[in-house]
């Protein structure tokens, strides 16, 4: 089985520019959720589908969005992008909301602002 | 007040000896608590999870929760060289269980093993 697949793998874009990155979850998982990582720290929540709900936001600015598919696949969307936007970005789904689930991440969009 | 706190590193062991990792949390309502391997460059890998007081052993790996004191470890027995990464620490569920799918991490534990 297909594990948490995101692309691009790698993207170059310029100051003020847009991006979409874009995660597909284990099949039958049906929360998606969003982390940022910059170097030598540990991912930081953006935010979390579950059932194409949003059920949680993290501390970032609304040029930061996203969305889930009715496939529970998910787009996240960064508008006019900053240098410090630059990071590991980091898809995770989970079949279900608990304390008895796990979390299983993708392989990562490195993001890199210019 | 960091909401999750890990051990300083990095952590150097010899190969064959015992690896402690440890990490403190704030969210006293915290369910869950994950640990994850990070190797440089690539996404993090679920080692395992807990959410009961106790041990939890998963061949070399054994995680360790006291709610009480509000800290979770993790020990790897029989370090081996392919065991040096970044170890992080991960907990979710607070806030009243509002919170489940929400990962609060350590800043990290970078474990060297060396021959």
């Known amino acids: 089985d297909a594990g948490v697949t995101q692309s691009p793998t790698h993207l170059i874009k310029t100051r003020g520019q847009q991006v979409t990155l874009r995660c597909s979850p284990i099949s039958g998982h049906k929360s998606v959720s969003w982390y940022q990582q910059v170097l030598g720290q540990g991912p930081q929540f953006i935010f979390q589908?579950?059932?194409?709900?949003?059920?949680g936001r993290g501390n970032f600015p609304d040029r930061f969005s996203a969305r889930q598919f009715p496939n529970y696949s998910s787009e996240l969307n960064v508008n006019a992008l900053l240098l410090g936007d630059s990071a590991l970005y980091l898809c995770?789904?989970?079949f279900g909301q608990g304390r008895d689930y796990g979390y299983t991440f993708g392989s990562g969009t490195r993001l890199t602002v210019v | 007040q960091k909401e999750v706190e890990q051990n300083s590193g990095p952590l150097s062991v010899p190969e064959g000896a015992i690896a402690s990792l440890n990490c403190t949390y704030s969210d006293r309502g915290s369910q869950s608590f994950f640990w994850y391997r990070q190797y440089s460059g690539k996404s993090p890998e679920l080692i395992m999870f807990i959410y009961s007081n106790g041990d939890k052993e998963d061949g070399r790996f054994t995680a360790q929760l006291n709610k009480a004191s509000q800290y979770v470890s993790l020990l790897i027995r029989d370090s081996q060289p392919s065991d040096s990464a970044t170890y992080l620490c991960a907990v979710t569920g607070g806030a009243g269980g509002t919170s489940y799918g929400k990962l609060t991490f350590g800043q990290g534990t970078i474990l060297t093993v060396h021959p």
């Open positions: 589908y579950y059932e194409k709900e949003e059920r």
């Open positions: 995770a789904s989970s």
